[in-house]
């Protein structure tokens, strides 16, 4: 069955499964060309990082990705505009005006030094601490309990119990303010409506299949290979390396590598 499901999917890919060799062995590696300081200006890595998202004002908020860490706020120049220890097993939650929810509080941007008590209902916790307390129960009586109880629990913010399924759960997903509560109904507890856009980088030559990575089931290695003002270098597809501009200078942000300012 598994060498099965391996020819599926490369008749779904459709291409040649035998690595070639690279087609362009002179151009650099992208992890090499970010180590030119006279091409870049690293602003972070991920080094201890799970991801960067970029805010308002050219901030970038970077997400830890251990609860032993702070969760930080930066300019492009690395000055430290905010920094504080959150709750992972609470939603944590960025509004389009910049504010901060995490930690049951409300920070206000700018500079987040005002805050508040925030009301915070994650659907998923209150229904399993209601299911605990009607363990009583026989089964049928448990999942009518249950279901009087989340319709009641949703009905102050327009919301209506969401049928289990494991398909279009999109539908169902809620991460927002409502009635001056933060409601989250999914299971992922970050959430930012915020991002600057990004610009892909284009590409000089189509990807080329070099290797295959080992897993349950192998899936291919791909190299990519990139053009950007007039610089070409290449890097593992899934890499992806997009430009976006902030305080008025190009930068080049790769969720796996960072954030660097492109100099030339």
Not at 39 to 52: C, E, P, Q
Not at 141 to 155: D, P, S
Not at 187 to 209: A, C, Q, R, Y
Request: aromatic share 12%; net charge neutral; hydrophobic share 35%.
């Amino acid at each position: 069955m598994r060498y099965l499901l391996f020819f599926v999917m490369l008749t779904f890919l459709g291409c040649n499964p035998i690595p070639k060799k690279d087609k362009h062995p002179d151009i650099p590696q992208l992890v090499e060309l970010l180590k030119d300081e006279s091409k870049f200006n690293k602003v972070t890595d991920m080094t201890g990082l799970s991801s960067l998202v970029f805010l308002n004002d050219d901030r970038i908020l970077l997400k830890p990705d251990n609860s032993n860490s702070p969760i930080k706020i930066m300019d492009v120049d690395k000055n430290i505009l905010f920094e504080k220890n959150y709750d992972w097993k609470r939603p944590f939650y960025i509004d389009k005006q910049g504010n901060l929810y995490f930690n049951g509080k409300k920070f206000f941007y700018p500079d987040y030094k005002k805050q508040e008590e925030f009301k915070t209902v994650v659907i998923a916790d209150s229904l399993q601490k209601k299911s605990e307390e009607l363990k009583g129960l026989n089964d049928s009586l448990q999942m009518k309990a249950l279901a009087e109880y989340e319709f009641e629990l949703l009905k102050p913010y327009g919301l209506n119990p969401c049928p289990y399924t494991i398909v279009n759960t999109e539908r169902c997903d809620v991460f927002m303010v409502i009635n001056q509560t933060l409601v989250v109904r999914q299971t992922d507890l970050f959430k930012s409506e915020l991002d600057i856009p990004k610009t892909e980088i284009p590409k000089f030559d189509e990807d080329v299949l070099v290797g295959w990575r080992n897993g349950k089931l192998p899936s291919p290695d791909y190299l990519s290979y990139y053009e950007l003002k007039k610089q070409r270098f290449k890097c593992d597809d899934i890499i992806l390396p997009k430009t976006l501009t902030l305080k008025g200078k190009l930068y080049l942000f790769a969720s796996g590598l960072g954030l660097y300012q492109i100099l030339f």
